[in-house]
């Protein structure tokens, strides 16, 4: 081996020895930390977790049942749920003096007994056998239906409202929320915190599968979307103000800005825009607004292909009226009235007083 060769073979040893690369011993395994909270009804959130075997696992417990309930998390072997759910009924100045944890080889590892808003903090490696682990609140009373289960390395086979490993009770508030999700009693509308759209949007799900996002902010039609509804689970959890998720396909999304209106008389962006609520023709919403001076009606609506009819009345627009429309790759958006400029479908002074805007699908 010449010099050049072994210069350069110790320079590669002392690139490999260095701290971060392969044969450093100071790296940290990574550490997964999962909160764990009982809640209101008996439950757990979530209800079900998933980790690596073998991984460390840093369990947050935090009791926030509002009805003066306490609670423990007690993690145990797979199988062991019946004998656990058994032994928790046993109400002895012994199981009380022992937090109500049931003396088992089944258990793995569990917290004291937790009062509202109490929390405690337990670190663990996670079993090196992968299966399905239940955690269990063992209060007197709590174990029938309060239990959750901890995945290790096993893959969740089913969605929760028909995950045999969760409480029934569970399963059926889950199923009637997926049942609320899907079955709408079309037409309806929500006002919601919705993807892509300031904080005043309403969404709206027509009759047959098309839906549509209205920002009455700007007001302008932001997006519309064919099958299921909206996902408002996260907003009926909260104070109102969580993002809602859209469900099935979006086939228009009219992108533009926060100052991009829908409407504009003349050539000039609207000085100002003024929304003024809304009246229900067969049961959809028709916005009303201001766009400088003119009063703006617009109802959106299924059409007789099928597809979305756009509406709008003007009261003496005085002008030219442009309606923020672009095309997308999927669709078209035309009428008998107008032509197309750019993103903009135009419609002449003398035929602005009402006029409708048709969506087709290629």
Not at 197 to 214: K, M, R
Request: aromatic share 10%; charged share 25%.
């Amino acid at each position: 081996m010449n010099f050049r060769s072994l210069i350069s073979l110790l320079a590669l040893a002392a690139v490999l020895l260095m701290p971060g690369t392969l044969f450093s011993q100071d790296k940290k395994p990574k550490v997964k930390k999962v909160t764990v909270k009982t809640v209101e009804g008996l439950r757990f959130e979530p209800v079900r977790f998933s980790v690596k075997r073998g991984e460390t696992l840093e369990l947050k417990i935090e009791n926030h049942d509002p009805n003066d309930q306490p609670h423990n998390f007690v993690l145990i072997k797979p199988g062991a749920l019946a004998e656990i759910q058994a032994a928790s009924m046993a109400v002895t100045p012994e199981a009380a003096a022992n937090g109500f944890v049931p003396k088992s080889g089944s258990i793995l590892v569990h917290t004291g007994l937790l009062n509202p808003e109490q929390k405690e903090t337990i670190t663990i490696q996670a079993p090196e056998e992968p299966g399905i682990y239940h955690y269990v609140c063992t209060f007197p009373g709590h174990a029938m239906v309060m239990y959750g289960a901890l995945y290790v390395d096993t893959k969740y086979e089913k969605d929760v409202p028909f995950d045999p490993n969760v409480p029934e009770m569970v399963r059926a508030l889950e199923l009637d929320k997926l049942k609320a999700l899907v079955e709408v009693e079309r037409p309806t509308f929500t006002r919601a915190f919705m993807p892509e759209a300031g904080p005043a949007a309403i969404a709206v799900a027509l009759p047959g599968d098309l839906n549509f996002c209205w920002d009455a902010g700007n007001c302008r039609l932001r997006y519309a979307w064919s099958g299921a509804y909206i996902d408002a689970t996260k907003m009926w959890n909260s104070n109102g103000n969580a993002l809602v998720n859209i469900l099935g396909d979006e086939f228009w999304n009219s992108g533009g800005g926060e100052r991009t209106h829908g409407i504009q008389i003349g050539d000039e962006s609207a000085r100002t825009v003024d929304f003024k609520g809304y009246a229900i023709i067969d049961g959809i919403p028709e916005f009303e607004y201001r766009i400088d001076d003119v009063l703006v009606r617009e109802w959106i609506s299924t059409g007789t292909d099928g597809e979305l009819s756009w509406r709008f009345r003007l009261d003496a627009p005085g002008n030219d009226v442009r309606v923020f429309a672009p095309e997308t790759k999927g669709t078209t958006i035309s009428s008998k009235i107008g032509s197309r400029d750019g993103d903009y479908w135009v419609v002449p002074q003398k035929d602005a007083a009402e006029f409708t805007l048709h969506f087709s699908r290629k």
